[in-house]
T-cell receptor, first 115, second 110 residues
Framework: EAGVTQFPSHSVIEKGQTVTLRCDPISGHDNLYWYRRVMGKEIKFLLHFVKESKQDESGMPNNRFLAERTGGTYSTLKVQPAELEDSGVYFC?????????????FGSGTQLSVL | DAKTTQPPSMDCAEGRAANLPCNHSTISGNEYVYWYRQIHSQGPQYIIHGLKNNETNEMASLIITEDRKSSTLILPHATLRDTAVYYCIVRVYDDYKLSFGAGTTVTVRA
């Protein structure tokens, strides 16, 4: 069974450019999450999808970030325009069901460097 | 808003048991204790979770004190591949978010 896959694994862009990160969850997992770790900080929750619907986007830092999950399968996270402070590792995770007893399966992340 | 306290780092000898402590003195009755780890260049990986009983799986054992204010993750026979940052997370039953703290950096030495 394939795990959570993220693409690209690394992205280097200049300030002001646009970057789109992609996440393919485990097949059949309705719940999809985005997290990120910026330099020197802890891993933080960004948002949660249930199928194609945004359940909670309270962790999104500002309106330069846009997450979508059309069709309830893969998800994209777009940063436009990127700023220096957006540099970090962006993780995607998925779970079969929602709830505290569910374990999340994480991808290996996308390392984003904004220069 | 950290709910857990862990030592920042610890070393362990290969082949020996690694005992990772975690304090969660403000834990509520409906909160589970979860452990995840992050090996370098990988995403966080689920290890184990429990409510009040001790738990064991193929990766580790989780010992929760009777008052539930602290717990210990035990890696029975640490290998070099267990070198990682280990996160102790307290999570409400219906909460889908994970609040990662700073974790414990565990270094397994040959």
């Amino acid at each position: 069974e394939a795990g959570v896959t993220q693409f690209p694994s690394h992205s280097v862009i200049e300030k002001g450019q646009t970057v789109t990160l992609r996440c393919d969850p485990i097949s059949g997992h309705d719940n999809l999450y985005w997290y990120r770790r910026v330099m020197g900080k802890e891993i933080k929750f960004l948002l949660h999808f249930v199928k194609e619907s945004k359940q909670d986007e309270s962790g999104m830092p500002n309106n330069r970030f846009l997450a979508e999950r059309t069709g309830g399968t893969y998800s994209t996270l777009k940063v436009q325009p990127a700023e220096l402070e957006d540099s970090g590792v962006y993780f995607c995770a998925s779970s079969l069901r929602q709830g505290g007893r569910e374990k999340l399966f994480f991808g290996s992340g996308t390392q984003l460097s904004v220069l | 808003d950290a709910k857990t306290t862990q030592p920042p780092s610890m070393d362990c000898a290969e082949g020996r048991a690694a005992n990772l402590p975690c304090n969660h003195s403000t834990i509520s009755g409906n909160e589970y204790v979860y452990w995840y780890r992050q090996i370098h260049s990988q995403g966080p990986q689920y290890i184990i979770h429990g409510l009040k009983n001790n738990e064991t799986n193929e990766m580790a054992s989780l010992i929760i004190t009777e008052d539930r204010k602290s717990s210990t993750l035990i890696l029975p026979h640490a290998t070099l591949r267990d070198t990682a940052v280990y996160y102790c997370i307290v999570r409400v039953y219906d909460d889908y978010k994970l609040s990662f703290g700073a974790g414990t950096t565990v270094t397994v030495r040959a």
